[in-house]
């Protein structure tokens, strides 16, 4: 079991751009979240896939941001047209299927937007 | 939706002292309470978690009761050591969303 992964753990982007974080999950979790984390706060869901399937968006989640989990494991998230709030953690979890489970995090991709 | 709120924000207690943090939770449907250590620069690390069916559950320095009438659920570490310090968050999960809402988090530390 080597954890949760994330990549790149840190990005610095000029406003406007686009940028792409990958997640690998643990190998035998079909669950996958994303969160945003900022200062001062606990995580904020952002989306969760169960296998390939996005089964949940937030609200709050702007139409810059989509997600995806083609074949069931990896995960990645965009962000298009990168504004100043954008600027954040972005954490990846992943947990067992059955149930309310713990959920496994990574180091997450830390965004700053210049 | 769920709505979580945690106290105190911020614990300062003496090394050997216990600690509580509190949470409260606001849908009565919520029945997994997990309680996660994030480390400074590190990731969220579960160390408890607790399900409706059950009032407390202990973990070596670490309980965590839960009281489903008032909708309350809360944290105790004792025989803190300078190692605890960290922010904890607490979390609840409605049964079927399978998505955990996050307190604030409580910043404790432990003076040696």
């Known amino acids: 079991d080597t954890g949760v992964s994330q990549d790149p753990r840190h990005k610095i982007t000029k406003r406007g751009q686009n940028v792409t974080f990958r997640c690998d999950p643990i190998?035998?979790?079909?669950?996958l979240y994303w969160y945003r984390q900022t200062l001062g706060q606990g995580p904020e869901f952002l989306t969760y896939?169960?296998?390939?399937?996005?089964?949940?968006k937030s609200r709050l989640l702007s139409d810059r941001f989509s997600a995806e989990r083609p074949k069931g494991s990896f995960s990645t998230l965009e962000i298009q047209r990168t504004e100043q709030g954008d600027s954040a953690m972005y954490l990846c979890?992943?947990?067992?299927?059955?149930?309310?489970?713990?959920?496994?995090f990574g180091d997450g991709t830390r965004l700053s937007i210049l | 939706g769920e709505n979580v709120e945690q106290h105190p924000s911020t614990l300062s207690v003496q090394e050997g002292d216990s600690a509580v943090i509190k949470c409260t939770y606001s849908?009565?449907?919520?029945?997994?309470f997990p309680w996660y250590k994030q480390e400074l620069g590190k990731r969220p690390q579960l160390i408890i978690d607790?399900?409706?069916?059950?009032g407390e559950k202990k973990d070596q320095r670490i309980a965590v009761t839960l009281n489903k009438t008032a909708k309350h659920f809360s944290l105790h570490i004792t025989e803190t050591q300078p190692e605890d310090s960290a922010v904890y968050f607490c979390?609840?999960?409605?049964?079927?969303?399978?998505?955990?809402?996050f307190g604030r988090g409580t910043s404790l530390i432990v003076h040696p």
């Open positions: 607790i399900r409706s069916n059950v």
């Open positions: 849908d009565s449907a919520s029945n997994y």
């Open positions: 896939f169960q296998n390939e399937a996005q089964l949940e």
């Open positions: 979890a992943s947990s067992q299927a059955t149930g309310d489970q713990p959920q496994h």
């Open positions: 190998s035998e979790h079909n669950r």
């Open positions: 979390a609840a999960s409605s049964g079927g969303s399978y998505i955990p809402t």
